[in-house]
C-alpha cells in the first residue's frame, strides 16, 4: 500500500472504510469534501470537454458509493479513488469522440475562465509574470490536448498529480516498467508538439547576429 504509510494512519483508513461501507452517511461527506477538488481537477485536466468535469465529478462518487463494499484494501483509499476517476473519464472520453465530434478549443473562453482557480498563480504585483505564465499554461494546455489519451493521462497523473510511479502503477493497473516507458514516450511526444507549436513565432524573430 502507498498510503497511508504510518502503522496509525493505516489504522485510522481501516476505521474511515469500515464507516463507508457501513452506509455513514457523515463519512461519504467526509469524504466527498476532501476529495472533491482533487476529482474536478483530475476531470477538467483529461476531459476532452472540460465543461463536462461537474458530471464527471457526481458520476465518480456514485461509482464509489455503490463499490464501497468491494474496496479489500489492496491499495489505499486515495488510490483507489484515483483508479475510478481515470476509469470513468476515460470511457467519459470514449462517449464524447462517438457522439460529439472535435473536441472543445482548449483556448476558448469556457475552458479559460473555468481552469482560473486551478491554475491561478499570484502575480498581481508582476504583470509581466501573469501574463507570461498564462500564455505558458495555454501552449502546454494546447499541446497536452493534442496527445494521445494514455500519454495525456501519465503526464497528468505524475507531472501535474505528483503521484510516484507505483502509485500510477496501482491507479493505471500497469506495470511499472509499461508505466516508465508510457511516460518517457509521453515527454518526448509534448516535446515535439511544443516545438511544433513554437515553430511559427520563432520563424517571426529575426535572426540575432553580432554588432559590427
Known sequence: MFEPTSFHSRGEERQ???ALQSGSEEAFNELIAEYTPLVY???YRLLRDP???????QEVFLKVFRNIEQFQGECSLKT?????AVNTISNQNRWWRRHRGPELPLDSEECIS???GLLATDNRDNPFETLLCRETQEIVRRAMGRLAAPYRTVLVLKEMEGLDYE????VLHLPMGT???RLARARRSLKQELEWMMEPALRGVPQWSPAK
Open 179 to 181: 508505466v516508465k516507458s
Open 167 to 170: 502509485e500510477m502503477a496501482a
Open 16 to 18: 474511515r472504510v469500515r
Open 51 to 57: 465543461a463536462d468535469a461537474p458530471d464527471a465529478l
Open 114 to 116: 473555468s481552469e482560473d
Open 80 to 84: 483507489w479513488l484515483y483508479r475510478i
Open 41 to 43: 481537477r483530475l476531470s
